[in-house]
């Protein structure tokens, strides 16, 4: 299994290009997040996808949206960046279970940096 | 808004020196965990308490949650080398939402 997929690893644009980051799961869960973390200020939750067809606001959603393709894939879309999205950006999926303690599992991460 | 603090922000040790780190908030939780980040990497989960006072031991890393399940802490003995990580809390609120903490960067040196 590979867990938790992100692609691409690395990726520079400049102010006003638009792109999608992907992520895969193949662990069958339900819930996937977007976070995005910088320097001194821990993980944020930028949207989150409690199952598939869903898709809630977290912290910090503005400039972004999302598209939650089928319970393996959710998608993270730029539609003009702005040099404060400059991140790094990490998909991650749980089973959200009530019974369970909800570990998060993380993908590697997407280094960002919009010029 | 519900907020975690972690501290120190940065911890810098020998090797075969003891150490805590703290998470603290204003808010109660319904469980919390920690995760160990390491460079170029996502975090990975270390533990998860959801008991008020619940002490776990995970080899040498003792983790504890406040009797109020407000705060955490995460002690390691005779740390090494391979400690070295970024150590962030994340308390989970009733609503089955994640709040992280900004995190404490550990560096054991040999």
């Known amino acids: 299994n590979a867990g938790v997929t992100q692609t691409p690893k690395f990726q520079v644009l400049k102010t006003g290009q638009s792109m999608t980051l992907q992520c895969a799961q193949d662990?069958?869960?339900?819930?996937m997040y977007w976070y995005r973390q910088d320097p001194g200020m821990g993980l944020r939750l930028i949207y989150y996808?409690?199952?598939?067809?869903?898709?809630d606001k977290g912290e910090v959603p503005n400039g972004y949206n999302v598209s939650r393709l089928n319970k393996r894939e959710f998608s993270l879309r730029l539609e003009s960046a702005a040099p404060s999205q400059t991140s790094v950006y990490f998909c991650a999926s749980s089973e959200m279970d009530r019974t369970s303690y909800n570990e998060q599992f993380f993908g590697p991460g997407t280094r960002l940096t919009v010029l | 808004t519900q907020l975690l603090e972690q501290s120190p922000q940065f911890l810098s040790i020998q090797e075969g020196e003891n150490l805590t780190v703290y998470c603290n908030s204003s808010?109660?939780?319904?469980?919390l965990q920690w995760y160990r980040q390491e460079p170029g990497e996502g975090p990975v989960l270390l533990v998860t308490?959801?008991?008020?006072?619940e002490v776990k031991k995970l080899k040498r890393l003792t983790f504890q949650f406040g009797d109020a399940r407000k705060d955490s802490s995460l002690h390691i003995t005779a740390a090494q080398t391979g400690d070295t990580g970024l150590y962030l809390c994340a308390g989970i609120n009733y609503g089955q939402n994640f709040v992280f903490g900004p995190g404490t960067r550990l560096s054991v040196l040999p």
């Open positions: 996808s409690a199952s598939e067809g869903t898709t």
């Open positions: 808010s109660v939780f319904s469980s």
């Open positions: 662990m069958n869960h339900n819930s």
């Open positions: 308490v959801v008991t008020g006072g």
